[in-house]
């Protein structure tokens, strides 16, 4: 669908150019932290980490670019 290619980006690229530019950027995780397949309580847990460092590293963002995690209950 060619009307849609000027919506298209490489997420990795724009994030971590904006982290370049100092602007803030906010990742958000799926499900929650308990949820976690590495600290939840199996079976009650998803396919898959998610922990902020999970998060960072699936959107392509170093651990050393990122300033403040935030956890909402």
Same mark, same amino acid.
């Given at each position: 669908?060619?009307? /849609?290619?000027? +919506?298209?980006?490489?997420?990795?690229?724009?994030?971590?150019?904006?982290? !370049? /530019?100092?602007?803030?950027? /906010? /990742?958000?995780?799926?499900?929650? +932290?308990?949820?976690?397949?590495?600290?939840?309580?199996?079976?009650?847990?998803?396919?898959?980490?998610?922990?902020?460092?999970?998060?960072?590293?699936?959107?392509?963002?170093?651990?050393?670019?990122? !300033? !403040?995690?935030?956890?909402?209950?």
């Amino acid at each position: 669908m060619p009307e /849609l290619k000027p +919506f298209l980006a490489d997420a990795v690229t724009e994030i971590n150019d904006g982290i !370049d /530019l100092g602007k803030k950027v /906010l /990742l958000e995780g799926t499900q929650g +932290f308990m949820l976690s397949l590495y600290f939840g309580t199996y079976p009650y847990v998803t396919g898959r980490d998610t922990g902020a460092a999970a998060i960072a590293s699936e959107a392509g963002v170093g651990p050393t670019r990122i !300033d !403040d995690v935030i956890i909402v209950y």
